[in-house]
């Protein structure tokens, strides 16, 4: 397998201007096996105007038919990929491969979606109180800047450029410095399925580096952002001084819900995998669990079963469900959590050490007995750590679930409809499930509440935000 190791920029794999080169670390074997070149601040601009340039001389007046069929020719070349796409995802991230697998159809999925939305992508006609006639257009901005995560690059990816380059644009992406592989490919075969040069590029290398002039670029339009909260803020800021547009997928700290009346059996089996999945290093991660007091006992006792059930362990395996952490620091970061823990005197039901002689491995970790002011309460861990709780009253509890200051998903079990929409109203979160755990529908709006995000990829309402809102009234 031959591995992308340089910048992806007008439509060719190139050399920085400076040739830094990051390392990269297989985290399931603690072994460097690959260099990447890093991008600087001139080829951050060298990206930009080249992006451009494409939308300038083309790409903005292409008709819709056209588009249409060069995403759907970006789509096939993903799905006929899919192999190699995963293989690259499991070895820079850990990631256990049949994830990868899922998660490399999820992006040509995505494309396929919004290659089949530019036909259905509509304005209005607007009956204005004066008469004549009155509609609106949906414009492209121009250049894109889409900056993304190491926990899910590849789908990330496709969910920020697809619906943006299906709204008439041109995108730089940024791949997480510790994650370009997929999103290199991903710029490789969008142009081997025909986008012209320059209309997506993609820049690896740290964020510190090149950040700051991503978002500053005059001819970047609007950044479209997933990543942390901290960086989220960051990039508001600089926004501000352009009024750039933005949109902000950040973190969460979501609860998992299970009253009396639900199928609890089911959701305490199926609720480890809601929290630890891609190793609890996931925006959606249910990492508070409340449940009613009065099965609240035998919930834990088969949560921690099923937990003790799960495949840790080397993620090239089919059968492994949980790989290693992204890194040898994500890894210290979750154990300093896991410290203050103890040190607080939660009980710990079990995990909260690591496991295996090699790669940043931990034990999917249970906790009891949290105070509400801990850190393990509060803040979003990032790793494969859950707090259980029992609650009397449904009110007080979702107090306690809205006492966050994240907002993102969710989810709630239950098998009283009135309760279901009640509860479904009163948590303040983007994104909801009953009595399942999904968070992400490619047709449908993915972002959060509060400081877990502004704006929504996904659905039609991605495809709004990489527009503006043009409105034309013509006298008769
Ligand atoms: P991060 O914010 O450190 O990095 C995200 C991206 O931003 C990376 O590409 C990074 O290189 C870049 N970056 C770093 N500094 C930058 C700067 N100054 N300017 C511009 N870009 C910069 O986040 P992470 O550690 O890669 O990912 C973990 C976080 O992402 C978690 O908080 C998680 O909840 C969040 N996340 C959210 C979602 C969501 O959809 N809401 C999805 C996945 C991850
Ligand atoms: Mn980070």
Redesign the pocket.
Known sequence: MKLPSQLFVDGAYRNSASGRQTALVNPATEESFAEVVAADVADVKAAVESAHRAWDSGWRDLTPGKRTEMLFNVARQLREQTEEIARLETLHIGKPISDSRDEAALGARVFEYYAGAIGKFCGQTIPVARGGFDFTLRQPMGVVAA??????PFP?ACWKAAPALAAGNCVVL????LSPLTALKLGELAHAAGLPPGVLQVLPG???AI??A??TDPMVRKVS????????R??MELAARDLKRISL????KSPNIVFADADWQRAAETSPMSVFANTGQ??CARSRVFVERSVFEPFVEKFVAATKKLVVGDPTKPETQLGPLVSSGQRTGVEEFLADARKRGSKFACGGGRLHSKGYYLEPTVLLEVGKEDRCWRE?I?GPVVCITPFDDEAQMLREVNASPYG?SGSLWTNDIRRALRVSRAVQSGVLSVNSHSSVHVEAP???FKT??LGR?LGMAAMEGYTELKNVYVAE
């Open positions: 900056i993304v995560p190491w926990n899910f990330i940024k791949p997480a410095s740290p964020g510190g950040g700051d991503l978002v952002f997933t990543g942390s909260t901290e960086i989220g960051r990039i997928e950040l973190g969460g996931d925006c979003e990032f993102l993915f972002g959060g877990s995000g990829d």
